[in-house]
């Protein structure tokens, strides 16, 4: 007879990654798994596996396959509150949301087949984010299984919840080496009414493009998404391939009729369908790698025209003004030219997929260190993400 541990295994061949491969679907499942592997056995941790470059370089026992425990089990629209399992793709949210003029608006890189659990492990961000907050901020409750199969909650269901240390922001971005996220309550909003989105062309002198971001600001709305695109990513999104500012307002009628009607003052803006930007999104190759620069929001047109003039013409390069984010995605010869070019600058660098941990701050490398002791002292959970302190 099978134990209960077996019943949430069974062996397929996959290549590349490890040959056992489990896929619980309940979280009794997953504890009884844990809790049966002996204590030196290393898993690693799957949503839906879009995001192949982050999933298939771990090397672990075992692959934790999670969409099978998936499926939303509250929803309070009144509340604007949503609790699913951690395999629940952000596609089937939205359909489940858009019914009541709601949505989780959370629109990482990649294809919205990608899972709740994963998105909030890797606290993965799109354009939205720059005014409609990040996974930390959407996230209000967790439940986890830790390396040892303990299951923990954090947060609760509710927008004010908070007391004590919040376990929950630690947990989004821990990117699975803190523990298994089997569950989360999310923040949901409003839908806008109407949503439109104009594209601008970018001009190539840091004065103009300076200036055409201040007079962006005076539009009677602010939007809800600004995203700059090189020509390669232009071309993505099937507009001309030159440089390109989308810009997306969302609200009342009258109102989005104004910014639109501002935003076409500016010479050879053309309004753009709604469906660009997650055509956009999906556009990004399943092995990308990609390296993110971040300095202050005054310094990003230099930050963005450094790095447009030293990534070869087949990077994608987009970048988030508000934030003063560019992010680069192309092979690795393109990331050094980059890397290099933008040294002087000073700026914030982040390698994805997140493999690296905190490196450069000795003291913070070793609060990471001792944090995921407490957690997952074995390093059972996604072993070599994030620096797992032994290298
Ligand atoms: C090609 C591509 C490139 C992308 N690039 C970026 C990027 O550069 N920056 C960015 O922010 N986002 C990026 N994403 C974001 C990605 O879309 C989201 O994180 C998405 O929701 C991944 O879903 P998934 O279920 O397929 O994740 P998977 O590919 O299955 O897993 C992604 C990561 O999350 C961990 N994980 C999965 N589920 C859990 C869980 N329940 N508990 C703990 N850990 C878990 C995995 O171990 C893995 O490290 C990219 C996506 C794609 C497809």
Not at 2 to 7: F, G
Not at 157 to 163: G, M, Q
């Given at each position: ?11 397929i061949?996959?290549?590349?990654g490890?040959?056992?491969h ?15 592997a002996g204590?030196h056995v ?8 879009t ?11 075992a692959?934790?396959?999670l969409s099978r425990?998936?499926?939303?089990t509250?929803?309070?629209?009144g ?12 596609a089937d949210?939205?359909e ?6 709601q949505?989780?608006?959370l ?5 919205p087949t990608?899972?709740?659990g994963?998105?909030?492990?890797t606290a ?12 930390r ?7 986890l ?11 609760g ?7 004590g ?11 699975g ?12 909003r409003?839908l806008?009414?109407?949503d ?20 962006l ?20 999104a099937g507009?001309?391939p030159a440089?390109m500012?989308?810009?997306r ?5 009258p109102?989005?009729?104004?910014a639109?009607e ?11 369908p709604?469906?660009a930007w997650p055509?956009l999104?999906?556009?990004e ?10 300095v ?8 963005w025209?450094?790095v447009?003039?030293?990534?070869d ?8 003004p508000s934030?003063?984010v ?20 000073g700026a914030?660098?982040i390698?994805?997929p ?9 003291a913070?490398a070793e609060?990471g260190?001792?944090?995921?002791d ?15 302190g032994?290298s």
């Open positions: 007879m099978m134990t209960r541990a077996e019943r949430g295994a069974r062996i061949e996959s290549g590349g490890p040959a056992v489990h896929a619980p679907s309940t979280e009794r499942e997953l504890i009884d798994l844990l809790q049966g204590p290393t898993f690693r941790i799957r949503g839906a596996g995001w192949a470059s982050v999933t298939e370089r771990i090397r672990a026992d692959t934790l396959d425990l998936s499926g939303i509250e929803y309070v629209p509340d604007l509150t949503l609790t699913a399992r951690a395999g629940t793709t952000l949210i939205a489940a949301t858009r019914a009541n003029g949505w989780l608006p629109d990482p890189w990649g294809a990608g899972t709740l994963a998105t909030l492990a993965s961000t799109g354009p939205l984010a720059a005014t409609l907050g990040l996974p901020d959407a996230a209000l409750g967790l439940s299984v830790d390396a040892a199969g303990v299951r923990t909650t954090a947060g269901r509710v927008v004010k919840n908070v007391a240390f919040d376990l929950v922001r630690l947990q989004v971005g821990a990117c080496t803190l523990g298994i996220l089997t569950e989360a309550t999310v923040r949901l409003p806008p009414a109407v439109r989105s104009c594209a601008i062309p970018l001009p190539a002198a840091q004065s103009d493009l300076t200036a055409l971001l201040v007079s600001r005076q539009i009677p709305l602010s939007p809800l998404a600004m995203e700059a695109l090189n020509p390669a990513l232009a071309a993505c507009l001309p440089q500012l989308l810009v307002v969302g609200g009342s009628h109102a989005v009729a104004q639109v501002a935003l076409a003052r500016h010479p050879h803006t053309t309004e753009i709604s469906s055509v999104s999906a556009s190759p399943a092995d990308a790698m990609s390296v993110r620069y971040s202050r929001p005054s310094q990003w047109p230099s930050l025209i450094t447009c003039a030293a990534s013409a087949s990077a994608r390069v987009h970048g988030t934030r003063g560019v992010r680069v995605v192309g092979p690795a010869e393109t990331q050094h030219r980059v890397q290099q070019a933008v040294a002087p600058l914030v660098e390698a994805e997140a493999g690296r941990g905190v490196t450069g701050v000795p913070l609060l260190r001792r944090v995921r407490a957690f997952d002292p074995q390093r059972r959970l996604n072993p070599g993400v994030m620096d797992d032994r």
